[in-house]
């Protein structure tokens, strides 16, 4: 299975509530980085969060690391239309002297006016 | 728009060929990262060059490989084509190397549809 697996796979929500999406991996990393993608486009950068620091907070996002549980989470507060898209979470680590990179399967988010 | 920019926009052929995928990033970035979305993969990170030289890798198979010309531009080749491999090709890029998950902002181009039939 993937070294990123979001939770849910898909969520559906009304404006204004807040969305919680995970992400959950399986080795040692070095940092995690959520993204959002609308459909059919490139991703965009959201967030990232190294392996020793546990929450961060950017705007109506907030992300916590527990590093014990491998297991990242993205809180979007207050939520609007336009935050509809696709949110990944990517993880990097050492492997054979290379970076590697694992993007996760992403959660659909649909936020409902 | 980002600024980078990837051509064809789409691409349609048959099993076995080859094919070049082209990017040009930003102005003034270094670093271009190519990425490969599938409906049976997912979302995943290919290769990274900056400045020319090979600096990341991720799960790009040997029927492909990539090149960073010395005006930063990018090309990605692939090669013995399957029908696996139809997906939206991304490339991104940055101002320095920043790691795939540095600091370092990407920014991303529309994306290469290959289907291949």
């Known amino acids: 299975s993937q070294q990123g697996e979001e939770d849910p796979q898909a969520l559906s929500i009304q404006e204004g509530e807040n969305a919680t999406m995970n992400c959950s991996y399986k080795?040692?990393?070095?940092?995690l980085q959520w993204y959002r993608q609308n459909s059919g486009r490139g991703l965009v950068h959201l967030i990232l969060?190294?392996?020793?620091?546990r929450e961060k907070h950017s705007g109506r996002l907030r992300v916590t690391l527990d590093t014990s549980k491998k297991s990242s989470s993205l809180l979007i507060t207050a939520s609007r239309a336009a935050d509809t898209a696709s949110y990944f979470c990517?993880?990097?680590?050492?492997?054979?002297?290379?970076?590697?990179?694992?993007f996760g399967t992403g959660t659909k988010l649909q936020v409902i006016p | 728009d980002s600024g980078v920019t990837q051509t064809p926009k789409h691409l349609i052929t048959a099993t076995g060929q080859r094919v070049t995928l082209r990017c040009s990033p930003r102005?003034?970035?270094?670093?271009v990262y190519w990425y490969q979305q599938s409906l049976d993969q997912g979302l995943q990170f290919l290769i990274q060059?900056?400045?020319?030289?090979?600096?990341a890798k991720g799960n790009i198979l040997e029927r492909f490989s990539a090149q960073q010309f010395p005006d930063l531009h990018s090309e990605l080749n692939l090669s013995s084509l399957e029908l696996g491999d139809s997906a939206l090709y991304f490339c991104?890029?940055?101002?320095?190397?920043?790691?795939?998950?540095?600091?370092?902002?990407?920014?991303f181009g529309p994306g290469t549809r290959l289907t291949v039939l």
């Open positions: 969060i190294r392996s020793n620091e």
């Open positions: 060059y900056y400045n020319g030289e090979e600096r």
């Open positions: 102005s003034g970035d270094l670093s």
């Open positions: 990517a993880t990097d680590a050492e492997s054979g002297g290379y970076q590697k990179v694992t």
């Open positions: 080795t040692s990393i070095n940092n």
């Open positions: 991104a890029s940055s101002v320095e190397a920043g790691g795939i998950l540095g600091t370092d902002t990407q920014y």
